[in-house]
């Protein structure tokens, strides 16, 4: 009972968050729209909190929205928001709309006058929009999603139901109160008067604030300057000042009981593989939590991507391991043969990763994300939030800064100290970028959309013929190729392969059963010379054996080429070019 209240109190005091307070404009202007009427305000909360409801019951069951990334919803909502409000504020703006068939035309003018006029769906859809964002503004929210709803399942759905119930009665209470304000100001509600768009452009600024992920910053900005109105529900909770979540904020870090409002929780490794560099012991972060910074590096041994922010990895781990850093590779394979357990221990051992590496060859943990990049780094703090997110190369020095600032919140919290000095690691040179101006070129059938002859997409033998004239960024085949789902193979000798690309590198991503010779050359034979990649020889041949990827071309300068490569005998697997 005392939990199904608390549910019901976090619901209220929800309405007063940092991350839903800049929000209350659009429930109220939804409430004034309607012109005195609360049918309105009635659609909106009550279509919010079913939204709340379905999209934590969906997030939790369904495995069909956990690979859905966190920024769709926040795009989504924000949308909505935006095109609402410029509804409002241009209320014949459809009728005006060139180019639009008559259908869409139709459409478009229903739903705008549909809003205009106290439209039911309209409503519906604005409550709507927003129950992911209001959905993740309480710690006994989390409660709920994390811990009761898995293992209590009807339980937890009572208690959401009682979360839900608090935050509409509140906000209903805030329209309403809105309304009679308004009401005894005397305003004009004319749905074309400068008051109603008023309310548009309120609605515009807000779903722009949500679109664009700036609402954190504005979140961040009432937190800091002393708002939290999740003080009194973390007190019920029981954290007090001994808790395991204590935060010093003297230096200016945020207290960890506010931060659900700025930080997501870092999910928990999902059912590894495998375990790298951990002396066969299995790793999780909980154990980890309290303890350590942990980075999280999502990669592929296959993606050069990948491999060209390795050295960083291996220069911070080095440089702050002893200082509470703690670097956690996350295997997640593109391909079949990166599964293997031998396959990606051999490429730790070459790449010379001293940290632990986990498997996840299933995409559990990448899913559990929402990630959808290699590679991904993610920084977790020592209260177990993500404090830092960082999508491919680059940003090395704004990374560490990162992890420095983390460092330095785990030394005050612990009561260490952070060493004025330590080892550089400007000895690390980011590779120069910038001029690559061809696309990852994938051969086999699952994504093979760059071919440019033959038949894409689809699977089998066919006889490929070279043409005379090559288009740019365009894979071309020549020989007899039986197409696989992610790779395509050569049934004959002297099969061939061309691509005209822009760029200074050429990575080929190939396997084979037994070793197989490839002959490389550019631009109509020529000898590479000096620009031969790393796994060409001086005589100009490549020897395909392990699962990897290949350094064909590591030339001095960017520019157009045309690269060739003959197949010496039938067998090879290639998988991919990739560009640097």
Same mark, same amino acid.
């Given at each position: ?16 968050? =940092?991350? %839903? $307070? #800049?929000?209350? /404009? ?5 409430? @004034?729209? +309607? ?110 999603? =994390?811990? %009761? $709803? #898995?293992?209590? /399942? ?5 208690? @959401?139901? +009682? ?124 154990? @980890?939590?309290?303890?350590?910074v942990v980075l999280l590096d999502i990669w592929t041994y296959s993606c050069i991507n990948c491999q060209r922010t390795l050295p960083y990895l291996n220069a911070w781990y080095a440089k702050y391991k002893d200082q509470g850093l703690e ?125 440019g002859n033959g038949t894409q997409g689809t699977r089998g033998k066919q006889v490929f013929v070279l043409p005379q004239k090559l288009s740019p960024n365009k894979l071309y085949l020549g020989g007899e190729w039986d197409t696989m789902q ?8 002297k099969a061939q392969i061309r691509f005209l690309y822009d760029a200074k590198s050429v990575y080929f991503v190939a396997a084979s059963d037994t070793p197989v010779r490839i002959k490389v050359t550019r631009d109509g034979g020529t000898p ?53």
């Amino acid at each position: 009972m005392f939990f199904f209240l608390l549910s019901f109190a976090a619901g209220v005091l929800s309405v007063f968050a =940092a991350c %839903v $307070l #800049p929000l209350l /404009p659009v429930i109220v202007g939804g409430s @004034l729209a +309607a012109g005195g009427s609360r049918r309105r305000t009635y659609v909106i909360v009550g279509s919010l909190a079913v939204s709340v409801v379905a999209f934590t019951l969906l997030l939790k069951a369904s495995t069909a929205l956990i690979g859905v990334p966190e920024e769709l919803w926040r795009y989504l909502s924000g949308g909505i928001v935006v095109v609402l409000g410029i509804v409002m504020v241009f209320p014949k703006l459809w009728v005006f709309v060139p180019g639009v068939n008559a259908l869409n035309r139709s459409s478009n003018r229903l739903l705008a006058e549909g809003y205009q006029r106290k439209g039911f769906w309209g409503d519906v859809i604005m409550g709507s929009a927003l129950g992911p964002v209001f959905a993740s503004c309480s710690p006994t929210y989390f409660i709920i999603l =994390a811990t %009761v $709803l #898995p293992a209590q /399942p009807f339980l937890g759905f009572l208690y @959401l139901i +009682a979360y839900a119930t608090g935050l509409s009665l509140a906000l209903l209470l805030v329209a309403i109160l809105g309304e009679k304000l308004v009401s005894r100001l005397g305003v004009t509600l004319d749905p074309e008067g400068k008051f109603f768009r008023g309310i548009g452009v309120v609605l515009v600024v807000v779903g722009v604030l949500v679109f664009t992920g700036t609402m954190r910053d504005v979140e961040t900005w009432l937190i800091e300057r002393g708002y939290n109105s999740t003080f009194i529900e973390l007190k019920l909770l029981g954290a007090d000042e001994d808790s395991s979540v204590k935060s010093n904020s003297s230096a200016g870090f945020i207290p960890a009981e506010q931060k659900p409002a700025k930080y997501t929780r870092v999910p928990e490794l999902v059912s590894p593989d495998g375990y790298i560099n951990t002396e066969g012991k299995s790793i999780t972060l909980a154990e @980890l939590r309290g303890k350590k910074v942990v980075l999280l590096d999502i990669w592929t041994y296959s993606c050069i991507n990948c491999q060209r922010t390795l050295p960083y990895l291996n220069a911070w781990y080095a440089k702050y391991k002893d200082q509470g850093l703690e670097i956690i590779g996350v295997h997640t394979p593109e391909f079949a043969f990166e599964k293997v357990y031998a396959n990606v221990e051999g490429a730790v051992k070459k790449f010379g990763l001293e940290y632990p590496v986990v498997q996840d060859n299933d995409y559990r943990t990448w899913n559990a994300l929402g990630n959808q990049y290699w590679p991904r780094k993610y920084l977790v703090d020592i209260d177990g939030y993500i404090v830092y997110d960082h999508i491919g190369e680059g940003s090395y020095a704004e990374t560490e800064l990162a992890i420095q600032k983390a460092l330095t919140e785990r030394a005050e919290r612990l009561g260490t100290d952070m060493p004025d000095e330590n080892i550089a690691a400007e000895s690390v040179v980011a590779p120069r970028v910038g001029k690559i101006n061809s696309p990852e070129t994938y051969f086999g059938a699952w994504r093979n959309s760059n071919l440019g002859n033959g038949t894409q997409g689809t699977r089998g033998k066919q006889v490929f013929v070279l043409p005379q004239k090559l288009s740019p960024n365009k894979l071309y085949l020549g020989g007899e190729w039986d197409t696989m789902q992610e790779y395509i193979q050569n049934t004959v000798a002297k099969a061939q392969i061309r691509f005209l690309y822009d760029a200074k590198s050429v990575y080929f991503v190939a396997a084979s059963d037994t070793p197989v010779r490839i002959k490389v050359t550019r631009d109509g034979g020529t000898p590479l010379g000096a620009d031969r990649g790393a796994d060409v020889g001086a005589d100009g041949y490549a020897t395909i054996r392990e699962d990897r990827l290949y350094k064909l071309v590591e030339g001095a300068d960017y520019g157009v080429h045309t690269i060739e490569v003959e197949v010496e005998k039938a067998g090879l697997e290639a998988y991919t070019f990739t560009f640097g």
